[in-house]
């Protein structure tokens, strides 16, 4: 049970109430002039957290749409080394030469969803354990940065006439 | 004798106050739209992705063990066991469905998104003949975010196991 402060003789003489009148009293009391609303600073303060909430919003959404981007691109790349992969399995062993980088005929969609992309076929040969061709088909683009990475990077193994495994 | 002001706001306060709210329902109603078209456009991409990817390796290993393969409006594979695959397209999706006989043996499906045509190609390549899927966009109003990605898969045939694969991540 909370008890109120007992009021002195002198102080309820000045109050000449209860406590309750005396606490009425006080409210009374209050300031009237003090307005409501904001402050200039109050707003400041506002605006800058908005803006900042806004500015990682936007960056991030940014950084989704290029992480998206690149998701894209990598698998149009991989589907384009995998198409390729199985053109060379179709080609003679004797049209296969080693130790010569070239390219190859790119799809429409490759052309248009990476047209700053370098292709890379690397034929190496290859004696143990059976005889065959080492392929390496790499597809490489440059970034927002301008530094080349590798998108792609598939490498497939032709064996030689009779040495199927 | 003391006038005490009303407490309360201004005309002009509610009126700043309106527009900043405004602004804000604006923006962030804007901002969720784009967000729930995204996601939309995300999942459609990333399903039709994982579609194809598994469509890819299934047309590659039926096309590398199988002996020949016809093309017309659909896709005949026949393996050397006598069974035989055909790859055809219901929209919105292409059907695989490998046949012992006349029986029906098992029954697979690879959805793609609506507005999808899908051509089977052959072509003499080499040593053998190269099968294609062509998946495109059909011809239509759609804004081309709302249109499906075009998609090629070729496979080999009849290669049985000449090639081996390695794929690394870069």
């Not at chain 1, 007992?6 to 300031?31: C, D, E, H, I, Y």
């Amino acid at each position: 049970m909370v008890r109120l402060p007992r009021l002195t003789r002198s102080r309820r003489r000045r109050s000449g109430n209860s406590p309750a009148s005396l606490r009425l009293r006080l409210r009374v009391k209050q300031p009237q002039d003090a307005r409501s609303g904001l402050t200039l600073f109050e707003l400041v303060v506002a605006l800058f957290v908005l803006t900042t909430a806004m500015v990682a919003i936007v960056q991030l959404l940014a950084v989704a749409a290029s992480q998206r981007r690149t998701i894209d691109q990598r698998r149009v790349a991989m589907t384009e080394v995998a198409n390729q992969a199985e053109r060379i399995a179709l080609l003679p062993w004797s049209k296969l030469s080693p130790d010569e980088s070239s390219t190859w005929d790119l799809s429409a969609e490759f052309r248009k969803t990476l047209p700053q992309a370098t292709t890379t076929m690397e034929i190496r040969e290859e004696a143990e354990p059976v005889k065959s061709r080492r392929i390496r088909l790499i597809v490489r683009s440059p970034n927002t940065v301008g530094q080349p990475i590798d998108l792609a990077d598939l490498t497939v193994w032709k064996f030689a006439p009779g040495d199927e495994p | 004798m003391r006038h005490s002001r009303p407490a309360g706001k201004s005309l002009i306060e509610m009126l700043v106050m309106i527009s900043i709210l405004s602004i804000v329902l604006g923006l962030s109603a804007t901002s969720l739209a784009t967000l729930f078209r995204l996601r939309h456009t995300i999942t459609r991409d990333t399903e039709q992705a994982r579609s194809i990817e598994r469509l890819a390796m299934r047309l590659r290993t039926d096309a590398h063990e199988a002996d020949s393969a016809a093309v017309a409006e659909d896709c005949n594979l026949t393996l050397p066991s006598g069974r035989s695959i055909r790859y055809s397209y219901t929209a919105p999706r292409i059907v695989r469905e490998v046949r012992g006989g006349e029986k029906i043996v098992h029954h697979d499906s690879f959805s793609l998104p609506r507005h999808t045509k899908v051509i089977f190609q052959s072509e003499q390549l080499g040593m053998g003949s190269l099968l294609r899927i062509i998946i495109e966009p059909e011809t239509t109003k759609l804004p081309p975010r709302e249109l499906p990605r075009a998609a090629r898969i070729e496979a080999a045939v009849g290669i049985h196991g000449a090639l081996a694969t390695s794929r690394r991540q870069p």
